[in-house]
């Protein structure tokens, strides 16, 4: 059974500092993995997307990598602004079951 | 193009009682997933539909069932409700199923009194 494991549960940084966070999983038997920040009370945005093939996507500030054989992906986010800060999960899909992390929940202060 | 939405937003139900959630997908998109969210477990995939059929299914209990329609709208339904399913119900779509981007809704958050 595929367990997903986010870390740190919580960050706070000052506007403008470069951050990651971190997601590991168990099962490296994966399709792909997704990661997604959700505002309080809200639904999940997606935010980017990583096929089994690839080792990382980009967009705009954000930068996610995957390294399926260690069992793990990195968020890392650049220039970090207060808009930034919501909760970031990482979703794990293998064969069409998808495995959430807890979540990290980041503030980024002015 | 309009995102996913889910009505209701708000639902306030007693123990015992059953409920329906709606959700209707981004507009040429055929899977529809359903995910349960709490303080507690965390998010947690409940089932998926694709082209009416239910494709695939978490680890929740008979009294959670769902449905899809022609139009690719999709239904939840929870029967005798438990304190316990006090939650955020969310529902995603994608064009044909669950290794694509989901698309999530903004939620159903369900309250048992």
């Known amino acids: 059974k595929q367990e997903v494991t986010q870390i740190p549960a919580a960050l706070s940084v000052p506007e403008g500092e470069n951050l990651v966070l971190n997601c590991s999983f168990t099962?490296?038997?994966?399709?792909?993995l997704q990661w997604f920040r959700q505002d309080p009370g809200k639904g999940l945005t997606s935010l980017l997307l990583?096929?089994?093939?690839?080792r990382e996507q980009t967009s705009g500030r954000l930068n996610a990598s995957l390294d399926k054989s260690s069992g793990r992906s990195t968020l890392y986010i650049a220039a970090s602004q207060p808009g930034d800060s919501a909760t970031y999960l990482c979703?794990?899909?293998?064969?069409?079951?998808?495995?959430f992390g807890a979540g990290t929940r980041l503030t980024v202060k002015p | 193009k309009a995102g996913v939405t889910q009505t209701p937003r708000y639902l306030i139900k007693t123990r015992g009682q059953q409920v329906t959630l709606s959700c209707s997908p981004i507009?040429?998109?055929?899977?529809v997933s359903w995910y349960q969210q709490t303080p507690g477990q965390g998010l947690q995939f409940l089932f998926e539909?694709?082209?009416?059929?239910?494709?695939n299914k978490g680890n929740f209990p008979g009294r959670f069932s769902g449905r899809q329609f022609s139009n690719s709208r999709s239904e939840m339904n929870v029967s005798t409700l438990e304190l316990g399913d006090s939650a955020l119900y969310l529902c995603?779509?994608?064009?044909?199923?669950?290794?694509?981007?989901?698309?999530f809704g903004p939620g159903t958050r369900l309250l048992v009194l």
């Open positions: 995603a779509s994608s064009l044909v199923g669950p290794q694509e981007t989901q698309y």
């Open positions: 099962d490296s038997a994966i399709y792909n």
């Open positions: 990583i096929q089994s093939s690839q």
């Open positions: 979703a794990v899909n293998s064969n069409n079951d998808m495995r």
């Open positions: 507009s040429g998109h055929r899977s």
């Open positions: 539909y694709f082209s009416e059929t239910q494709r």
